[in-house]
């Protein structure tokens, strides 16, 4: 089975082709044939985020550049002898699904009607979360695809995918060969991203139960806010943890900041007050030195990883657990990995940890791709959902009444 993905949930423009062995139910390999990505993070820097409208031109502009670019790595640019003229059925077929993306529709016509129909089985596309009038491109190049090349599109949701890819160990044969691995259940995934902040437990396949989420801004919001308190550039999560490893480890801040709901009893987050705390210990300091802004960043970085550890620790070992997930951009920060690794292997020395590879961490299309190879079920019409849900919360403790009864 071969899958183009697209990811455009947020500012990286993500495009992949993966190959999967075709084992069954769940193939045991990933062939990446290509796995590219444009990131507009420089450009929404000036904003200190994201900014939608930007980030909608920025997909619009890059996104059939960088198919051609994907579509090239794999082989797939058969030119045709004479280009496809299109029925007036299909002109107006396209011309419904790209309204809104009228240059888009021109690029699409000018670089693809020359091209033979590439040998993929299907089109997986990030349905949501995320900023939906980024969604809406990636959504509408994959609907006109699909109808162009007469293959289905499959809806992915965007965290699914941060799971998925944590499940990819790279093959010791090839570096474009990935090996997949089951799941064990019941699992438990803690996403970490821009704009997430999760834990979920996973009682069977495809199935999810929301334990536990931020009440205010996710983990990696708070690491590009702090950043920006400290003077440093966007996206912040990086720069934090660039800066706090300049701290030798027995290093700590005079007064320590606090640890947000680390004994709240449930499985919630919240880093709103992490991030005020913060600034007001800027504050305290009559002479903020680079020394003094390292000493912030780590006690910020160790507040949130004692947080996100101890939560998931607790719920790991409460609902008995036999695998840890991680997933989200902030799973590229190596004090979180080191001490998830370190913490797993002494507490739960039964239980697997699965973190995805860093350079995979972020946004991509592979990402998509993969969870797109797992979900496989395609659907005619698909709508940008912003927030898109992967899981219905429930109460924990409803759920253990209902158990007793
Ligand atoms: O998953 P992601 O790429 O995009 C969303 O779906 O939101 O996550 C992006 C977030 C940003 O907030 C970024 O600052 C954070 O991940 N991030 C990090 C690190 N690298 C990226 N946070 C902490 N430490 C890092 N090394
Ligand atoms: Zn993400």
Redesign the pocket.
Known sequence: MRILAIET????TGIAIVEASRTSPIPKTIKVLSNTLISQASLHAVFGGVFPALARREHAKNIIPLLLHALTEAGYTKQLKTSRILTEKEERALAKILHKELELFELFKSTLLSLKVPPLDAIAVTAGP?LEPALWVGINTAEALGALWGIPVIPVN??EG?IATALLKPSPLSTTLYQLSTIQFPALALL?????TELVLMPSVGKYKMLGQTRDD????A??KV?RMLGLA?????E???LAEKVPPTEKLTIPLPRPMLKSGDFDFSFSGLKTSVLYAIKKFENFTDHDRALVAKDF?DSVTEVLLAKTLTAAKKYKVKEIIL??????????RSSFHEAVARELPATKLFIPHILL???NGLMIGVAGVLRSKSKKHIVANGTLKLAKSVSPTLAELRKKK
């Open positions: 949930s947020c500012d990286e995320g965007h965290m941060h970490i991203s821009g704009g997430h996710a983990v990696g919001e690491f590009d950043a966007y996206p912040g999560g990086p934090v943890s660039k970085e997933g989200g951009g902030v799973t590229a920060n190596k004090k979180i961490s972020g946004d």
